[in-house]
Each structure stands twice: as structure tokens, then as C-alpha cells.
């Protein structure tokens, strides 16, 4: 059987023939579809890319109805068991494991640019005492392109990789700056001796000791979520990522971009939404009654469902286990019984099963952030450090395909046509 699909148009009573692969048509082949000279040719409509594929990638690959997550063909479940933030960062850019070697020189490349220029402290500082800490980063991950404009080179293979680095090693920087702003304390300055993850505690919580030391099972907790939130292959941050990088802009603005989309409630402003839903349900004996809410329409239960896991999400699981490990050292958050009972009702009701939604990785994600000490405004900022290596490895990946062209999609127009200019005064 050849690997084609054949379409009649029933307006023309034409017959044509498209090739298959990968399990796609290319949507340009409808375009050949047409009535008549005139007709711009056949398009496909699909508000929000339910069923489109953008592009070709090797990054990350999920099966959702199975709930299945891989980076470069590793399973999630190992990377979280063994790996490091700062090696699978390595993973999801470069495509391979590094050897010792090559993860030593990465390392070293990304702690030397943890530092940020002294005016990113004032520019920061600029902000209300009380600015949310995700407005901060995408204003301040937007102003670096101003500090390095070098970084315009976008076909440059060095200027890339420069980039690279700095965006890895400064976005911990950057949130640490901001989360202290808000609660009004000095900064603290990168500690290059601690691990990516434990430098990141120490810029946060540091006081007045000489060296921070991190507790090594919170440190671990925090790679692990770091590695949870690598990468997620096609999510509305990516896109916005490969999108307006597209047009050539530097990556510091398209990194922006990303973590505005990043910044709403539908995406990495979930796990903020679950913490303030389990505030405001108070207590498991509310969950029933909820759940009955969520299921009329009125609100929606947040961190439950996803446009493309249509099983429980692999890093749900993984997530799960980890709050045990963190509560141990913190003690449990009161919000895990909640949740729990959450999760249960929601299992076995009908609205939630024949929908397939199954809680997502946001759903816990916020109980341990908070049992660690973060306020939920941190919350997208904590997603937006780790997602960096997946943006970078989109926007790598965009650039150097030679089949991506600036993103310009097309629409169908429903407004009006032809209308007549009526000054001001002649309105009725
Ligand atoms: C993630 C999300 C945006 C995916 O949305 P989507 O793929 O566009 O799915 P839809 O909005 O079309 O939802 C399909 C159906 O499930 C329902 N649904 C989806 N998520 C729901 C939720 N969290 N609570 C209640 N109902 C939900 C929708 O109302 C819709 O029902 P209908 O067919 O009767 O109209 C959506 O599930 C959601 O809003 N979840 C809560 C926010 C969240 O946790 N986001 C983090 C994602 S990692």
C-alpha cells in the first residue's frame, strides 16, 4: 500500500493524491486543492495547534496516552533517579550523555556566568517592592540582550553557544535577585563552589553566615524538579520560544517571550493556581463539594488535565515521590491531604474519566515549593530556570533548520470587506 492519502474535492469531483510521512500530510499540499483560478486553494483550520505539527524536532519525546516522557530517548524516571540538572541540560541541547570531560568544561562554562552586570542589581531594584518576581525576570531576561548585543549574531555557531551559557547561568541569578527585592533583602552573589542547584539556595536563603550549605536532600529535591522541568517539547513557551525567534531576534527577547507565555495561569502559573485552590478549599471534607463545582463549569480543577498527556504524567509520579523525601526534613504540608483526597474523588468520577484528566505535573509541584520555603508568586520563576535549557534547545534547533522560515500563520478572515470611510460627524 503506498503511503499517500487521497482526497476527492466533492465541489470539483477532482481527485488528488498527497504523500504521507511521519504520519503527516504537509499542509501546503492542500493549496493545490482548488475551484478555479481565483481560489486561493485549500487550508487547514486549527485554532490553538491541536493537530499540527510545527516542526521536526529531536528533543523530547512524549506519548501521552501512555505517559511516557523521554529527553534524547532517556526515560525521565532515569534521569531524575541519576542524572544532574546541569547533565541533562547537556542532554536536551547537545543530543548525547556528556563523558566527564565534556560535563567538567560545561560546568565550568555555566558557573562562570552565573555573575550578572551591576546594573541588572539597579535595574532590578527599579522594580515596586512588591512586583511579582515572574514580571521581574521577563522584563530582566528581555534586558539582556542590551548587555549583550553580541548575541544578534543568531547564525553565528560561537555567539549561539555563548548565549547558551550565559542564559543557563544567569536565569538562577536573576530569580534569586528578584525573590529577594521582594521580600526587601540584599542580594547575594553567586556561590561557584556550590552545585547549580545549591548555588541557587544559597542566593536565596543565605543570611549573614560566611558559606551556605545546602541541605543535600533539599538540593536534591531541587534538581530533580529542575529535571522535571527541562523540556516539555512543543508547550506554549516553546512555541513562543521558536516563534519569535523565527524573525531573528536575539535569544535574551524570544527567551522573554517564552517566559511571558510561561507566566499565565494555563501553563507554568498552574502549580500558583493549585496552591491558592487548595488554600481556598481549606479542608478534605470541601473536596466533594468542589469537585462538584469544577464539574458544572465553574472553575477549573487546576492541575488536572493536559493538552497532551492523556494518562497520569510520568513527572506527577516522580514528583509524588519527591515530597515524601522533602517532608521528611520540612515536615508535611497540610495541603498534601487535601490534594490527596483531590486526586482520589477526581480518580473515580466520571467527568474526569471519560475526559482522560489526570493530575499534571503541576499538581504537587507547589506542595513541595512551598514546604521548601518558596511563596507561590516564586513558582513560575522556579519553572522558568530549569524550562531555560529547553528553550535554548528549541530555539537552537529552529535556527538550524533549513526547512523553518519566520512563523507567519495564516488565518480565515470573518470581519467585515469593502466599507466606505464616513467622516466623524456624518456617524449616527
Ligand atoms: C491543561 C489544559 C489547558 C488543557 O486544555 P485543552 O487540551 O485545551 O483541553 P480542553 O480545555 O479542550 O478540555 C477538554 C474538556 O475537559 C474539561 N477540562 C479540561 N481540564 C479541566 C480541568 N482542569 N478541570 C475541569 N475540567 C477540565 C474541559 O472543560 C472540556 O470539557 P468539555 O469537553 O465538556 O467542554 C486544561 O486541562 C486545563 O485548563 N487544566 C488546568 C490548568 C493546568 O493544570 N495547566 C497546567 C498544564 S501542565
Known sequence: MPDTLTITDNRTGKTYEVPISDGTIRAMDLRQIRTGPDDFGLMSYDPAFTNTASCRSAITYIDGDRGVLEYRGYPIEQLAEKSTYLETAY?????????????????????????????????????????????MLVGTVGALSTFYPDARHVDDPDSREMQTWRLIAKMPTIAAFAYRHNRGMPFVYPDNELSFAGNFLSMLWKMSEAKYQPNPVLERAVQVLFILHADHEQNCSANAMRSVGSSRSDPYSATAAAAAALYGPLHGGANEEVLRMLTEIGDKKRVPEF???????????????????????????IIKRTADQVFEITGRNPMLDIALELERIALEDDYFIERKLYPNVDFYSGIIYQALGFPVEMFPVLFAIPRTAGWVAQWREMITDPEQKIARPRQVYTGARGCTYVPLGERG
Open 291 to 317: 469537585v462538584k463545582r469544577f464539574k458544572s463549569g465553574e472553575g477549573r480543577l487546576m492541575g488536572f488535565g493536559h493538552r497532551v498527556y492523556k494518562n497520569y504524567d510520568p513527572r506527577a509520579k
Open 91 to 135: 542532554l536536551i541541547i547537545y543530543g548525547k550523555l556528556p563523558t566527564a570531560n565534556e560535563l567538567e568544561e560545561w560546568t565550568h562554562n555555566i558557573t562562570y556566568h552565573t555573575f550578572v552586570h551591576e546594573n541588572i542589581k539597579k535595574f532590578l531594584e527599579g522594580f515596586r517592592y512588591d512586583a511579582h518576581p515572574m514580571g
